[in-house]
């Protein structure tokens, strides 16, 4: 019996052999893995081990969750999985725009692509007609060109296409997935593994459907999910899109500046959301079904970036501005824009752009490595050409940065590494370590690297509902049932911006039941979740991960964070420390290594300790294996 809420069909697309098979979706697996994020750890699940991430013998999958198309609000994300060729573990990103409601209109819950390509080719799906198209007459084209290029080809702007730039050609580790122009499966190199297969584009048109549960009851339910969009809860998104985080982590002195050397940005106010708004904010771009439009569209109508236009969110005005030492927004708008149409992820981009700059600046890196660029903090021209050199594999240092700081650190060494935010090969975002310590241990035990979207752990932080500047054993927890939560929200997928509008989880399962079908207690829709990030573990585990995988890095635990706003936080935050810290632990002295007149850093037996509650609370043993008793309650027994 089918569920409602899914198309009950996927294809499975042998891109060696041309072969595309019609496969039934197992209700089971709908029931217990939801869909998104938990249909990838399924189906992963098949790659064997040693598998080579460039090579034919990796999977990438195209999953909706079962809201997708629907009258849900933020409903038609889609998410793509892999084994990453960043980390060597899983890798997925999530996207939003229109190609999910498309896929799923066309008749599919998703799509799984196998083997390699003879010749570049993309895959254009019709309702029930699916054609291979050999593309090498568009090799090298940018993804806003390959869009413009398939849709007028079928004569056809509802068309949807996600496809890859030069950098996914070429095997750019960084690379990623674009759609709707400005729309990215951003982190993890999936671009890469669709450029090892000789895909430059999967587009997709559909003319069906959507089946829901309770059309009547769903109907009456979103209209007040609409109008609680509306309200302050997701304010900030509508108005200033995620810019406006700048000034917040500025406040904070959370906001890393020079590849995470310092916590504030002295020009700051330049790159702010607010002032974006003011000057360069042209357009304001919705997804389908969505009621917020934070996608902020930025022009620049004048000066020596005249022309440059970009979607450009915080991460990526942080990690190419701040976390640069820029303050141009123009030469940062280009510098979106050459990641999102040659197709790399501006995180990774940004950070490693970054490394280079503090590696010029010690001298680990010579004008002769850099191609005679002066890779300096705050030069915004060197920036920008950085990132089309990486873009390209161009030159010296083009070839040097593609595969991110990480890689690029073991070739030239000289202590490089301890200058590389990252974990597991995925570069930080734009979250202090030292001054959001429960954000680090949430990054760093994120099973696809460095995210800040597995867990949302930085908001115990950020909201002052734990001491930020030291860790204990209550932070396992709270990452662990970020984790669960978030593990179902991207299963769904329903947009992380919405979270506020839902008043508690019963609200979340009401909205399964009223699409699916599927009547759950919040035991049982959390116990999901936990069946799905374990499952994803296990694949990490399956391809090598091990224990030190999950420590920050170097500077985490060896260089002081003094900024003045993080010196004026750890003050003023004092005495709340001390009364939560002491009420906590039951102590009545205030422990000396909780406050530090220096500044922020993380302390490592802190960190031990952290990590072992994490551990625990996720019922692993202490090298971080989940037991067989849990594996046996979560019916995963089969995969250990």
């Not at 406040?251 to 790159?271: I, M, W």
């Not at 694949?539 to 920050?552: A, E, T, V």
Request: charged letters at 25%; aromatic letters at 10%; proline letters at 2%.
């Amino acid at each position: 019996m089918k569920v409602k809420g899914y198309t009950g069909k996927y294809l499975d697309i042998d891109l060696s052999s041309k072969e595309v098979t019609v496969k039934k979706l197992d209700p089971k697996v709908a029931k217990d893995f939801l869909g998104g994020y938990g249909f990838i750890t399924k189906t992963l699940m098949e790659i064997p081990k040693g598998t080579d991430a460039l090579s034919k013998k990796n999977i990438i999958c195209f999953w909706l969750g079962p809201m997708a198309g629907s009258i849900v609000p933020t409903p038609s994300k889609y998410s793509v999985g892999a084994k990453s060729p960043l980390t060597g573990v899983i890798g997925f990103g999530i996207s939003s725009g229109y190609f999910g409601a498309e896929l799923k209109r066309a008749g599919y819950d998703g799509i799984v692509f196998r083997g390699k390509a003879k010749h570049l080719s993309y895959v254009f799906i019709d309702d029930d007609v699916v054609k291979i198209v050999d593309c090498r007459d568009i090799a090298g084209k940018t993804t806003w060109e390959t869009e413009t290029l398939i849709k007028e080809k079928y004569n056809d702007e509802s068309v949807r296409v996600a496809s890859i730039g030069i950098s996914g050609e070429k095997l750019n580790k960084m690379a990623c997935i674009t759609n709707a122009r400005n729309r990215q499966v951003g982190r993890s190199g999936m671009g890469a593994v669709m450029g090892s297969k000789n895909l430059k584009a999967v587009a997709v048109r559909g003319s069906g459907s959507i089946q829901v549960h309770d059309l009547p009851k769903l109907l009456e339910f979103c209209n007040e999910l609409n109008k609680r969009c509306q309200t302050g809860l997701t304010e900030k998104y509508r108005k200033y899109g995620t810019p406006a985080n700048v000034l917040v982590h500025q406040k904070l002195g959370c906001l890393p500046t020079r590849n995470f050397q310092e916590g504030s940005y002295e020009h700051a106010d330049d790159v702010s959301g607010q002032t974006m708004l003011k000057r360069n904010v042209k357009k304001l771009i919705a997804c389908e079904g969505c009621s917020i439009a934070c996608d902020h569209f930025n022009i620049i109508d004048k000066g020596q970036y005249k022309g440059a236009n970009a979607s450009v969110d915080y991460e990526s005005l942080w990690s190419l501005g701040p976390n640069c030492g820029i303050n141009n927004v123009g030469a940062i708008t280009l510098a979106v824009q050459y990641c999102d149409t040659h197709g790399i992820d501006t995180i990774s981009a940004g950070m490693t752009v970054s490394w280079a700059m503090e590696c010029f600046e010690k001298g680990l890196l010579t004008k002769e490595d850099t191609d005679g660029l002066d890779l300096k903090f705050g030069n915004h021209k060197a920036m920008v050409e950085c990132v089309r050199r990486m873009c390209f594999r161009e030159g010296n240092l083009g070839e040097l940065l593609a595969d991110g700081s990480k890689i690029a650190a073991k070739k030239i060494g000289k202590k490089s590494i301890n200058y590389s935010i990252q974990c597991k090969g995925m570069e930080w975002a734009g979250y202090s370590m030292r001054s959001l310590q429960t954000g680090t241990l949430g990054f760093c035990t994120s099973v696809r690297g460095a995210c800040y979207l597995r867990s949302g752990s930085y908001q115990y932080d950020v909201k002052h509902t734990v001491d930020r500047f030291s860790l204990d054993d209550t932070r396992g927890k709270l990452v662990s049932d970020g984790e669960d939560i978030y593990s179902v929200i991207d299963s769904l997928i329903i947009c992380k911006f919405t979270r506020k509008i839902y008043k508690n989880d019963n609200e979340l399962c009401k909205l399964l039941y009223l699409v699916t079908g599927i009547k759950w207690t919040v035991k049982e829709f959390l116990k999901t979740g936990e069946r799905i990030h374990n499952l994803a573990k296990l694949f990490n585990i399956k391809h090598g991960w091990k224990k030190s995988d999950d420590y920050p890095p170097w500077r985490a635990f060896n260089e002081y964070l003094k900024d003045k706003p993080v010196l004026r936080a750890i003050k003023s935050e004092h005495k709340n420390i001390l009364k939560s810290y002491t009420k906590l632990h039951g102590m009545k002295k205030f422990p000396v290594t909780v406050f530090d007149k220096k500044g922020a850093i993380i302390r490592k037996d802190e960190y031990e300790v952290a990590l072992l509650s994490y551990y625990k609370a996720r019922g692993w043993d202490k090298d971080g294996i989940p037991t067989k008793k849990l594996l046996k309650e979560l019916r995963l027994e089969e995969y250990k």
